[in-house]
């Protein structure tokens, strides 16, 4: 009759000190990894303004009209983005399903 | 180089002198040691391998027996008897608002406090940055090669939300070392082979841990367990 002696180490230690055994001896240690992502919310202005709009993103005199897009970044859940871009009307909310969206915009001159 | 120790099987303890030579850490310091390795019944030398700067112990043959330790480890003092240690430590980060996804790599931290080399205490490993890694193996009667490997799975997970592992890397250091025993890596899904050890071998080092920080996950806490495993075969 063989004894066989097993030395299997638990994987929850930071040490392990294993001795003795004529089979195969495996000693585990082990570390836990923490990564915390806060919550945060970007939007900002892409597209053919490509900048805040200044002086330099002014239409020429053959333009009536400029487009862009609103990039944003979320990771807190579904993005709601109110829009208002003209002040008389009302805002309204835009969902987003996504936790990075692009929405875009116009302006015009008629 | 001279040693001398008191022969016992388990939990006696041993009287061993040792010197050590590394260049860059120690130089040529003798140093009186009491080893209490357990269901040994041979002589525990530590010598020497001075290979360029790289800071690996050579012990005498003796009973099958391994160690390994990541973090806080088991034994008690220096050169005195190894043992368990069930403190699993943690390393974290917490990204700031303004760089989550940006790419700017985040360094970790731990909760470690091992700064001290349980070989002779040699103030090794800067905690909390640094995590100590250390471990030896003696076959015994035979000439095995003990293989340390890690593991991990694929992901860091918080709830249904997941980081891959593969966005954190480590590198090693030790204060001292120059050639260091271990490779830098980046941890893949799975096991990545980190060393080999000869028979009779000790090596250790210091790993630092950084988060790459190029995703953009959801908001939350996200754990996963990195296990080290030495096996002799």
């Not at chain 1, 063989?2 to 294993?18: M, Y």
Request: hydrophobic share 40%.
């Amino acid at each position: 009759m063989t004894l066989a002696l097993c030395f299997s180490a638990s994987a929850e230690a930071g040490s392990r000190f294993e001795a003795g055994a004529s089979a195969p001896v495996f000693s585990r240690a082990s570390i836990d990894l923490t990564i915390v992502i806060p919550e945060f919310l970007r939007l900002g202005i892409v597209g053919s303004f490509g900048k805040i709009p200044n002086e330099t993103s002014r239409t020429s005199a053959s333009e009536t009209s400029r487009a862009g897009a609103l990039g944003v970044v979320g990771n807190g859940g579904t993005i709601v983005i109110a829009t208002s871009f003209v002040a008389s009307e009302p805002s309204q909310p835009l969902a987003v399903d996504t936790e990075i969206a692009t929405v875009a915009y116009a302006v015009a001159m008629p | 180089m001279a040693r001398f120790a008191t022969m016992g099987g388990w939990g006696d303890e041993w009287v061993d002198e040792v010197t050590r030579s590394k260049k860059n850490r120690i130089h040529s310091r003798t140093r009186r040691l009491v080893c209490g390795l357990a269901a040994s019944a041979s002589l525990f030398v530590m010598l020497p391998a001075e290979t360029a700067s790289a800071y690996t112990i050579t012990i005498t043959s003796g009973t099958r027996a391994i160690y390994l330790q990541v973090g806080r480890g088991g034994y008690t003092g220096f050169y005195n008897t190894p043992g368990n240690n069930a403190t699993v430590n943690v390393v974290s980060v917490a990204v700031p608002v303004a760089s989550v996804g940006s790419g700017a790599a985040q360094v970790m931290t731990s909760n470690s406090t091992v700064s001290q080399s349980p070989v002779d205490g040699f103030a090794f490993c800067n905690p909390p940055s640094q995590v100590y890694i250390g471990a030896w193996s003696r076959p015994g009667a035979g000439t095995g090669v003990a293989t340390l490997t890690v593991s991990t799975p694929a992901n860091l997970t918080s709830g249904s939300d997941s980081i891959p592992f593969s966005q954190i890397s480590w590198v090693m250091s030790g204060n001292g070392d120059a050639v260091f025993q271990f490779p830098n890596g980046t941890f893949t899904a799975g096991a990545q082979t980190l060393a080999t050890f000869p028979a009779n071998t000790w090596k250790e080092q210091c790993m630092t841990f950084s988060y790459a920080n190029t995703v953009v996950p959801a908001a939350g806490i996200y754990t996963g367990r990195a296990t080290y495993t030495l096996s002799l075969p």
